[in-house]
RNA sequence: GCCAGUGUAGCUCAGAGGUAGAGCAACUGAUUCGUAAUCAGUAGGUCGAGGGUUCGACUCCCUCUGCUGGCUCCA
């Protein structure tokens, strides 16, 4: 379905069919425009401002006194729904431009007068439905009738053009679908979403939690977050060690003078007050670089030394405004598994090729296996030579091109101090996440002077490497909580084994495995309380423990233990060596499927 | 930071200008039990914090703080 135009100049006929993401943009954006209609209807004197379709749906921005509340959406919807039945035409109209000016000034549509002035050639594309008229391009659908499965999903605050010092519209969401399954299913995720939010997650687990007392947006992470985190940091470092990375360690303060010298003070608007101590000032960190820098001008480098590659699990601190913060995966205190690399350029695409490597092989291993890659190249607003970008932009795409990715190239969207390559993983419910991002910087390299000696005894300047390839550990946490749903796999579980005794008589039976098991490397617990098996059983399921070993008097006898699996259920007696020496090849082999 | 919503027991949630209630969890006792909740009893709240209005505020008003959904920004 499409719009019909009985245009002259426009004898392209879009057949859209439904199928297609252009249909479900058009659908949406159609949607928009009753939600318009209806708002108009309902409440006179709201000026309109955009409306587009979005990727789950669409939304409308308006401009009034009284904001909306969640009562007027209800009263929103069910005027939609009372135009859609009335299956009023849609029509595009072209107007000149003086006519539309003047359409929309008579009917008091100030921001559509301005977006016409702004944007509007000489004849002005409208869409017309009954009394509602609107600036569009389209397409549309071609009455109200074909808008039948939406549904409004919040309201919220949005600034008029984006700019936050511009006026405050009030912009409400809705989505829609052509079929009623769509919007079930749609509507269903959202469900589903909400269920493996790791913020409830989290609490349910013991996992970590906030304070108010503390302060938003500092995390405290608890033993079995703790645990979860000390696996990842383990798996993490073998695998530097492998890709012939070092390690650091730097403190999370420093003279204010260094962060003026790295031009912190003067680009970054994140960074927390300093605090005065003797007379000096310091300045927490919200970035490892300089300390990774001075390390390396900590002595006189060769190009021998090259590459230099140096890791931190570095702790930092970000001044984040309050409305932004979100669980794990937006907090003002964290840790970032960062990593300089200080190289030559012929250097330069073998570096970023094993760093993209690097980072794939990790994220694999987590069981994330879809990305969006991106790669950024220089914005108008940028430091360091020309020369130098070109090369290194080069050498990043040649090194994306090798690794096989897809890739998009967002032109001009890289940092003022060097184009990057960002990689978003995918997670079960198909959301993308920023992970890794590998940048250039050509702004510390020139500011804290870097120089190694070269073949011909003279000084160069290093290329410097900037990446973190989870991102930060709590984001990345958040992350694998909602991928897994906090059943997470075997090699990761806090605790990956629970014993529990039928009755008290199998105690001392079921504390010998438990500490055979922790003897050998792996995370057992025990529960020795005084209840029942099922309820036992219960709260291990509701802990999402993968494995669960149920011992009485047979098991006592036999020298076994009962196996039930997390999720799946009871699967009989296994002999205890046996199966020890699999649950710890699962670990090894960091197994993301329960293989027993 | 901005717009809107929200904060009642550890958790989920009722209630309401006259000093708070349920279920689960916790604790105590009984039960020694075979794959997702045994029974009974007890205790638990400065109703997010501070200020104001009122004879009286958990309830109304203001400020702050946390959280939620967005905007803007970002690992």
């Known amino acids: 379905m499409g719009q019909k135009t009985h245009l002259e100049k426009d004898k392209e006929i879009h057949l859209n069919y439904e199928g297609s993401a252009e249909a479900l943009d058009t659908l949406r954006h159609s949607s928009a425009h009753l939600m318009a209609h209806a708002v108009l209807d309902l409440f006179p004197g709201t000026q309109t401002g955009i409306g587009p379709a979005v990727e789950d749906g669409f939304f409308y921005d308006f401009l009034r006194d009284k904001p909306f509340v969640p009562e007027d959406l209800e009263a929103i919807e069910k005027k939609m729904r009372q135009i859609a039945q009335e299956d009023i035409p849609i029509q595009k109209v072209v107007f000149s431009k003086e006519e539309a000016l003047r359409l929309f000034q008579e009917k008091g549509q100030e921001l559509k007068v301005e977006l016409i002035e702004e944007k509007g050639n000489k004849e002005v594309t409208c869409y017309k439905q009954g009394s509602f008229v609107d600036f569009c391009l389209g397409p549309h659908v071609p009455s109200t009738g074909h808008i039948k499965h939406f549904k409004l999903l919040s309201v919220s605050g949005a600034y008029w053009k984006g700019d936050e010092k511009g006026k405050q519209l009030q912009r409400i969401y809705g989505t829609s679908f052509f079929k009623k399954k769509d919007l079930d299913a749609y509507l269903t ?15 349910e687990l013991d996992l970590f939690s906030f304070n108010e007392n503390l302060g938003a947006g500092l995390v405290l992470w608890h033993p079995k977050g703790a645990t979860v985190r000390h696996v990842i940091e383990n798996y993490w470092w073998e695998e530097h060690i492998k890709d ?9 303060l420093a003279k204010l003078d260094v962060w003026r010298k790295s031009g912190h003070t003067e680009f970054y608007d994140a960074m927390y007050p300093p605090i005065l101590s003797e007379g000096i000032e310091y300045e927490i960190r919200p970035m490892n670089c300089p300390f990774h820098v001075m390390v390396y001008n900590s002595r006189q480098r060769s190009y021998r030394d090259l590459p230099l590659r140096w890791a931190e699990m570095g702790t930092v601190y970000r001044y984040e405004r309050s409305g932004v913060l979100h669980g794990l995966m937006r907090v003002r205190g964290f840790t970032q598994d960062d990593a300089h690399i200080f190289c030559r350029a012929d250097q330069l695409e073998e570096e970023i090729k094993k760093v993209i490597f690097l980072a794939l092989r990790l994220l694999k291993t987590f069981g994330f296996k879809d990305y969006d890659v991106f790669l950024s190249t220089r914005p108008e607003k940028h430091v360091g030579k020309l020369e130098d970008w ?3 932009t080069q050498a990043l795409e040649k090194a994306l091109k090798q690794t096989g990715l897809e890739f998009r190239e967002d032109e001009g969207e890289g940092v ?3 184009p990057k390559i960002d990689i978003k993983v995918k997670d079960a419910l198909n959301r993308s996440w920023q992970c890794t991002t590998i940048q250039l910087d050509f702004n510390l ?3 804290f002077q870097l120089r190694y000696v070269g073949e011909d005894g003279k000084f160069h300047s290093p290329f410097l490497i900037h990446r973190a390839l989870l991102g930060s550990l709590e984001r990345f946490f958040g992350i694998l909580i909602e991928h897994y749903k906090g059943n997470f796999p075997f090699w990761i579980a806090p605790v990956q084994v629970i014993i529990i005794p039928i009755a008290d008589r199998h105690n ?3 504390s010998t495995l438990d500490k055979k098991f922790k003897e050998n490397g792996l995370r057992s617990q025990i529960d020795l309380r005084r209840e029942k098996v099922g309820y036992k059983i219960r709260d291990a399921e509701i ?3 993968p494995v669960l070993l149920i011992v009485g008097d047979k098991e006592v006898t036999n020298g076994t233990a009962s196996l039930r699996i997390h999720t799946i259920g009871d699967r009989g007696e296994i002999i205890i060596d046996e199966f020890l020496d699999k649950l710890k090849e699962m670990s090894k082999n960091k197994s993301l499927t329960v293989n027993l």
């Open 189 to 203: 995720l959202m469900e589903e979403a909400k269920k493996r939010d790791h913020r409830k997650l989290g609490a």
């Open 244 to 252: 012939g990375y070092g390690f650091l360690y730097t403190p999370h």
């Open 390 to 392: 070109d090369k290194a």
């Open 416 to 418: 003022f101090y060097g």
């Open 445 to 447: 390299a020139e500011r």
């Open 508 to 510: 001392d039976y079921a």
């Open 543 to 545: 802990q999402k423990i």
